[in-house]
């Protein structure tokens, strides 16, 4: 069944390269979202070109940079964190470009990693409401032995303005990580 979702959403989003008025623009998003998890990288430079020309229009830039967070194949998935780094990405995209690949089961363990690497040079791009939606982001993770690293990591990084958010989320994590120890056996 999967299978056949994913194959429906390879032809329309084929259609809608072409004209996008063949898809339904409440479902545009989801039908280049579905396509670009079995993407490979021909489809990836699609969704980036697609990107790149819709400077004119927000929501398409938007919606095909988000999309590339979906992609599953592990260099994919690292050229996406690394396009969160560069100039091409604006500030307020980079945080839900990280959260769009940090809530993925393919994605997330690479983007903490990556996130973890280049937290200070992340922190210094992102002004602290961004930092913030970052901060959300990791909350995220909520499995362990993951979600004690993003508490362990988180608290000594609090300033002024995330210590709130990091309290938060902190928290969260261990509540929601205690859940999901309790849970799982029965799943």
């Known amino acids: 069944r999967v299978d056949v979702v994913r194959a429906?959403?390879?032809?329309?989003?084929e259609l809608y390269l072409i004209d996008r008025a063949s898809v339904d623009a409440n479902l545009a998003s989801v039908v280049v979202g579905l396509a670009a998890r079995d993407g490979d990288g021909a489809l990836y430079e699609r969704y980036l070109e697609r990107k790149r020309s819709a400077a004119t229009d927000p929501e398409e830039e938007q919606r095909f940079l988000l999309a590339l967070a979906a992609f599953e194949v592990p260099d994919l998935i690292q050229r996406t964190l690394d396009l969160a780094l560069g100039t091409e990405v604006r500030s307020q995209d980079r945080t839900f470009l990280l959260a769009g690949?940090?809530?993925r089961r393919?994605?997330?363990?690479?983007?903490?990693?990556?996130i973890r690497a280049h937290w200070d040079?992340?922190?210094?791009?992102?002004?602290?409401?961004?930092?913030?939606n970052l901060i959300r982001g990791l909350g995220q993770l909520t499995f362990e032995p993951v979600a004690t690293q993003v508490r362990e990591f988180l608290l000594p990084r609090a300033t002024e303005e995330t210590s709130e958010t990091i309290a938060q989320v902190t928290e969260h994590l261990a509540i929601d990580a205690a859940a999901v120890a309790r849970l799982q056996p029965a799943l």
């Open 121 to 132: 040079h992340l922190a210094k791009l992102m002004d602290p409401m961004l930092l913030q």
């Open 8 to 13: 429906e959403a390879r032809r329309r989003l």
């Open 106 to 114: 393919s994605s997330r363990l690479a983007a903490w990693d990556f």
């Open 101 to 103: 690949l940090l809530g």
